[in-house]
C-alpha cells in the first residue's frame, strides 16, 4: 500500500508538472522546447506538422471557413496527426509537446527564403484562429490572460450609457443583444482592423470591442509576434548551417513532398513510346506537357528539362532501353548526331535509371522540388509554369488548350495568391471534366496516375452542386493529405544524392 500511494504521488507530482509546462493547448509559440530528442522525432513531428498545415492550406482555397465542413474537416486531421484539437482535454500532454516541438522545427525550416515564410506564416496563422474560434468563451478568457492580453471589460453602467452608440457602431448588434455581449475596451493600435472595417465604436483613442471580435485582435498580435520571430530566426541561421545533422534535414523540409515514391512503378514497361504524344494531352500535368512540347518542338532540352521529364517518363513506366530510344530518337533529329548522343547522353539516362555511378534508383520531382530550386532561365522549359511562367504567358498556353475563360480566371486567381499546385489541381479538374477531384495534388507522377484511373474508369468523382453552400469554389474538396503515406528515407538520400547527377546532365 505504501508503494501504491508513493507511486500515485510521483504520478500526481509528473501530471502537473506537464500541465505547468503547457497549461493551454493553444500558445503563441513565445518560448522554444528545450529537451533533448531524436533525429527521427524530429523529422517524424515536422513531417506531420508539414501534412497539417498542407491540409489547411487546401481547405482554406476550397471552402469557407466558417462552415461546418471545413471545422469537421480539419478536427479530423488533427486527430488523425495527433495534434491538440480540444481545449478542454487534460490529458493531451503529448499532443500538445508535439505542437509545441514541430512548430519551431518549421519555423526553422521555413524562415530561409520570403517566399517560405510567407506560407509558413499564412498556414500558421489559418490553424491558430481555427483553434481559437474552437475555445469556450471561459477558455478564451484563460487564454488570453496568459499571453498577457487581458483587456479590460467596461462596466455594465458604461455599457448603458453608451447603447445606442455600441448598437450603431457593431455590425449585426441589436439593443438586446448588446445588453448581452460582453464589451472590451482596447487600445486603437491594436484593433486597427476593425476600425479601419467601421466594426466597432471608437472613443478618446480606444475601441469598444465585442467579445466576439476579440479573436481580430489576438490574431493581429500573433501575427505580428511570429512575423519577427520568423525574421530572428533567419538571421540566427548561419549557426545552424554549421550544424552537418540539422542542415540537410531542414533543406529537405522546406522542399518536402509528402506522398507515396514513384521511383518504383507497377506499370513499368506498359506504355509505348507511341502512346507518349497522345498521353501527353490527355494525362499530363502542364509542366510535363510543356516540356514534351519543347523536346518535339526543337528536338532538345537543356539539362534541367531533361533531368525534370526524363524521371517523370521513368516514373509513368518508361524501361531504360525505351528512355535511350526516346530520347535518341528526338535528338538526332536536331543538331546531335547518333555518335555525339551514345557519347555524351546515353550515359546520364542509364544513371537515371541508378544503372551507372552510385547505382541510386532516383525518384521523379515532386510538385514542392520543382517549385522551389532550379528556376528556369531563358531558354529553359522546365520548373512550374504556375509558379515560373508570365501570367500574360500562362493565359495564352491555356486559351490554345482551349480551357474555358471562367476557368483560366480561376487558375489566375489561384497563381495570384501563390497556390500552384491548386492551379494545378483546378487544371486538371478543368481538363478531365470534373468539379470534386478528391485528393490532394502534389506530385506530377500522381497526376498522370489519377488521370489514367480517371479515364480507364478505374475512380469515380462525384460532380459536386453548383449550388454548394460549402465551396468558395468548386475545385478542392480536398478530404485529406494521403496521410497513410510518408517520406522514406530512401527519398531524402536520392534528393540529396541527385545533386550529384546534375554534373552529367551540363552538356547542352
Given at each position: 500500500?505504501?508503494?501504491?500511494?508513493?507511486?500515485?504521488?510521483?504520478?500526481?507530482?509528473?501530471?502537473?508538472?506537464?500541465r505547468e509546462q503547457y497549461p493551454h493547448s493553444l500558445q503563441f509559440y513565445l518560448e522554444p522546447p528545450t529537451e533533448s530528442i531524436s533525429l527521427v522525432e524530429f523529422e517524424n513531428f515536422a513531417i506531420d506538422r508539414l501534412k497539417l498545415l498542407k491540409v489547411v492550406e487546401n481547405l482554406g482555397v476550397g471552402y469557407v471557413r466558417s462552415t461546418e465542413t471545413y471545422k469537421t474537416k480539419l478536427e479530423h486531421e488533427l486527430r488523425?496527426?495527433?495534434?491538440?484539437?480540444?481545449?478542454?482535454?487534460?490529458?493531451?500532454?503529448?499532443?500538445?509537446?508535439?505542437?509545441?516541438?514541430?512548430?519551431?522545427?518549421?519555423?526553422?525550416?521555413?524562415?530561409?527564403?520570403?517566399?517560405?515564410?510567407?506560407?509558413?506564416?499564412?498556414?500558421?496563422?489559418?490553424?491558430?484562429?481555427?483553434?481559437?474560434?474552437?475555445?469556450?468563451?471561459?477558455?478564451?478568457?484563460?487564454?488570453l490572460e496568459h499571453?498577457?492580453?487581458?483587456?479590460?471589460?467596461?462596466?455594465?453602467?458604461?455599457?448603458?450609457?453608451?447603447?445606442?452608440?455600441?448598437?450603431?457602431?457593431?455590425?449585426?448588434?441589436?439593443?438586446?443583444?448588446?445588453?448581452?455581449?460582453?464589451f472590451y475596451k482596447v487600445g486603437l493600435a491594436d484593433a486597427v482592423d476593425l476600425f479601419r472595417a467601421r466594426?466597432?465604436?471608437?472613443?478618446?483613442?480606444?475601441?469598444?470591442?465585442?467579445?466576439?471580435?476579440?479573436?481580430?485582435?489576438?490574431?493581429?498580435?500573433?501575427?505580428t509576434k511570429l512575423s519577427k520571430a520568423l525574421a530572428?530566426?533567419?538571421?540566427?541561421?548561419?549557426?545552424?548551417?554549421?550544424?552537418?545533422?540539422?542542415?540537410?534535414?531542414?533543406?529537405?523540409?522546406?522542399?518536402?513532398?509528402?506522398?507515396?515514391?514513384?521511383?518504383?512503378?507497377?506499370?513499368?514497361?506498359?506504355?509505348?513510346?507511341?502512346q507518349i504524344d497522345a498521353l501527353s494531352v490527355k494525362s499530363f500535368p502542364l509542366c510535363m506537357r510543356q516540356l514534351h512540347r519543347a523536346l518535339r518542338d526543337s528536338h532538345h532540352l537543356r539539362h534541367g528539362g531533361r533531368m525534370q521529364y526524363g524521371l517523370f517518363l521513368k516514373g509513368i513506366g518508361l524501361t531504360l532501353e525505351q528512355a535511350l530510344e526516346f530520347w535518341k530518337k528526338e535528338f538526332i533529329r536536331g543538331k546531335v548526331d547518333a555518335d555525339k548522343f551514345?557519347?555524351?547522353?546515353?550515359?546520364?539516362?542509364?544513371?537515371?535509371?541508378?544503372?551507372?555511378?552510385?547505382?541510386?534508383?532516383?525518384?521523379?520531382?515532386?510538385?514542392?522540388?520543382?517549385?522551389?530550386?532550379?528556376?528556369?532561365?531563358?531558354?529553359?522549359?522546365?520548373?512550374?509554369?504556375?509558379?515560373?511562367?508570365d501570367p500574360e504567358l500562362l493565359k495564352q498556353k491555356l486559351q490554345s488548350y482551349k480551357i474555358p475563360p471562367s476557368g483560366i480566371t480561376q487558375i489566375l486567381d489561384l497563381v495570384k495568391g501563390m497556390h500552384y499546385q491548386l492551379a494545378c489541381q483546378k487544371y486538371f479538374e478543368l481538363t478531365h471534366d470534373v468539379d470534386d477531384i478528391?485528393?490532394?495534388?502534389?506530385?506530377?507522377?500522381?497526376?498522370?496516375?489519377?488521370?489514367?484511373?480517371?479515364?480507364?474508369?478505374?475512380?469515380?468523382?462525384?460532380?459536386?452542386?453548383?449550388?454548394?453552400?460549402?465551396?468558395?469554389?468548386k475545385n478542392n474538396s480536398q478530404e485529406s493529405m494521403n496521410s497513410n503515406?510518408?517520406?522514406?528515407?530512401?527519398?531524402?538520400?536520392?534528393?540529396?544524392?541527385?545533386?550529384?547527377?546534375?554534373?552529367?546532365?551540363?552538356?547542352?
Amino acid at each position: 500500500m505504501e508503494f501504491s500511494s508513493r507511486a500515485r504521488q510521483k504520478h500526481a507530482r509528473l501530471a502537473g508538472d506537464r500541465r505547468e509546462q503547457y497549461p493551454h493547448s493553444l500558445q503563441f509559440y513565445l518560448e522554444p522546447p528545450t529537451e533533448s530528442i531524436s533525429l527521427v522525432e524530429f523529422e517524424n513531428f515536422a513531417i506531420d506538422r508539414l501534412k497539417l498545415l498542407k491540409v489547411v492550406e487546401n481547405l482554406g482555397v476550397g471552402y469557407v471557413r466558417s462552415t461546418e465542413t471545413y471545422k469537421t474537416k480539419l478536427e479530423h486531421e488533427l486527430r488523425k496527426l495527433k495534434f491538440p484539437y480540444r481545449a478542454l482535454a487534460e490529458d493531451d500532454y503529448e499532443a500538445r509537446r508535439k505542437d509545441h516541438i514541430s512548430h519551431f522545427i518549421l519555423r526553422l525550416a521555413y524562415c530561409q527564403s520570403e517566399d517560405l515564410r510567407r506560407w509558413f506564416l499564412q498556414q500558421e496563422m489559418d490553424l491558430f484562429r481555427y483553434r481559437f474560434n474552437q475555445l469556450t468563451d471561459s477558455l478564451m478568457q484563460k487564454f488570453l490572460e496568459h499571453v498577457n492580453l487581458s483587456f479590460e471589460a467596461i462596466s455594465e453602467d458604461l455599457k448603458n450609457e453608451l447603447t445606442d452608440e455600441l448598437c450603431a457602431s457593431t455590425p449585426g448588434f441589436s439593443l438586446s443583444k448588446v445588453k448581452e455581449q460582453m464589451f472590451y475596451k482596447v487600445g486603437l493600435a491594436d484593433a486597427v482592423d476593425l476600425f479601419r472595417a467601421r466594426r466597432v465604436f471608437i472613443k478618446d483613442g480606444f475601441a469598444y470591442v465585442p467579445f466576439k471580435e476579440i479573436d481580430v485582435i489576438v490574431l493581429n498580435n500573433y501575427r505580428t509576434k511570429l512575423s519577427k520571430a520568423l525574421a530572428l530566426t533567419a538571421r540566427s541561421l548561419p549557426s545552424i548551417q554549421s550544424d552537418e545533422r540539422l542542415q540537410p534535414l531542414l533543406n529537405h523540409l522546406s522542399h518536402c513532398y509528402v506522398g507515396p515514391d514513384y521511383s518504383v512503378q507497377k506499370n513499368t514497361g506498359k506504355i509505348s513510346l507511341e502512346q507518349i504524344d497522345a498521353l501527353s494531352v490527355k494525362s499530363f500535368p502542364l509542366c510535363m506537357r510543356q516540356l514534351h512540347r519543347a523536346l518535339r518542338d526543337s528536338h532538345h532540352l537543356r539539362h534541367g528539362g531533361r533531368m525534370q521529364y526524363g524521371l517523370f517518363l521513368k516514373g509513368i513506366g518508361l524501361t531504360l532501353e525505351q528512355a535511350l530510344e526516346f530520347w535518341k530518337k528526338e535528338f538526332i533529329r536536331g543538331k546531335v548526331d547518333a555518335d555525339k548522343f551514345d557519347k555524351g547522353y546515353a550515359y546520364s539516362i542509364r544513371h537515371n535509371y541508378g544503372k551507372e555511378g552510385k547505382r541510386t534508383d532516383y525518384t521523379p520531382y515532386s510538385c514542392m522540388k520543382i517549385i522551389m530550386s532550379n528556376p528556369p532561365s531563358q531558354g529553359d522549359y522546365h520548373g512550374c509554369p504556375f509558379r515560373h511562367s508570365d501570367p500574360e504567358l500562362l493565359k495564352q498556353k491555356l486559351q490554345s488548350y482551349k480551357i474555358p475563360p471562367s476557368g483560366i480566371t480561376q487558375i489566375l486567381d489561384l497563381v495570384k495568391g501563390m497556390h500552384y499546385q491548386l492551379a494545378c489541381q483546378k487544371y486538371f479538374e478543368l481538363t478531365h471534366d470534373v468539379d470534386d477531384i478528391g485528393f490532394s495534388l502534389n506530385h506530377p507522377n500522381q497526376y498522370f496516375s489519377e488521370s489514367q484511373k480517371l479515364l480507364s474508369g478505374g475512380r469515380e468523382l462525384k460532380k459536386e452542386l453548383s449550388n454548394s453552400g460549402n465551396f468558395q469554389q468548386k475545385n478542392n474538396s480536398q478530404e485529406s493529405m494521403n496521410s497513410n503515406s510518408t517520406p522514406t528515407s530512401s527519398n531524402a538520400t536520392a534528393d540529396t544524392e541527385l545533386e550529384g547527377l546534375e554534373a552529367f546532365f551540363t552538356e547542352d
